[in-house]
């Protein structure tokens, strides 16, 4: 499974050939850094780790000004693993959007956006209690009955409540490239992808 | 909005061929429609009420009158299903959108015409 990280910059939509018009995701992504190459006999197991977006050296600790420079790379902010890559590459070697082509089918993972504490509707999709009507009146949104009575006398673990909703990491499959702008080293994405303007995704192949 | 974002919808951009229009203009849109793999051309003509976002996602809606009911139709600027787009009459307006014109009906619900002459000279 190949893979690239990207930032994801904000939607938008345009007519294609067909006359459809097509909402999509814009994600700059790319051009990443192989900062180091695991493989089985050393590590255990193989893996590709890349790295993306530029970041300034003061902000950057020595551990990792060194781990960088050993990729012969300025550093960066954000780096991930990516196990069993197709293409082989070495140290140092740059991924770029090119890795794609449209009409591709990807998979993008990101980081959702948090909620905040939300109730069983939003956070389960439950379809609340009673209705508005026959005197019914502040049970819209609530979970109902939470279980038996006296046996078991206590509710079963696992039982789906409100909560803190959001923040998770999410994969979102078989998503569509429409578009690569080489030059900007931007991937054009059909539908919507986790995560807020300007957060870190991961485009895999 | 981001810059980035910004090249990108340029880029996605088609060139447009319609002649300027804004808010309080009386248009013509002629729209095609395809009917099995018939095409054909109508129209719908009315008061442009606002014109809304810019490159790739720009809109307009028109608004008329039809047997006594409003109509509003909405169409993407960069719809390759606008055939072209005729200005009838340019209006004078003092906002750039007209929603107010959704509570009038009749005299009231009139624009003011611009004098061409002005622009000519």
Redesign the interface.
Known sequence: MSGIIGKK??M????DAN?K?VPCT?I?AGPCVVTQVKTNEKDGYSALQLSFDEKKEKNTSSAMKGHFALAKTTPKRKVVEFRSFEEAKNLGDVITVDLFVEGDFVDVVGTSKGKGFQGVVKRHGFSGVGGSSHGQHDRQRAPGSLGASSDPSRVLPGKRMGGRTGGNRKKVQNLEVV?I?AD?N?I?IKGSVPGA?GSYVLIEK | MSLLLDYVKKQLTPEVKHPKFKAGDTVTVHYKIKEGDKERIQQFSGVVIQRKNEKATASFTVRKISNGVGVERIFPVASPFIDKIETNKVGVVRRAKLFYLRARTGKSARIREKIQNNEEA
């Not at chain 1, 938008?12 to 007519?15: A, L």
């Open positions: 910059i904000g938008t939509s345009f007519f006359g018009y814009v700059e578009k702008m900007k931007v054009l303007k």
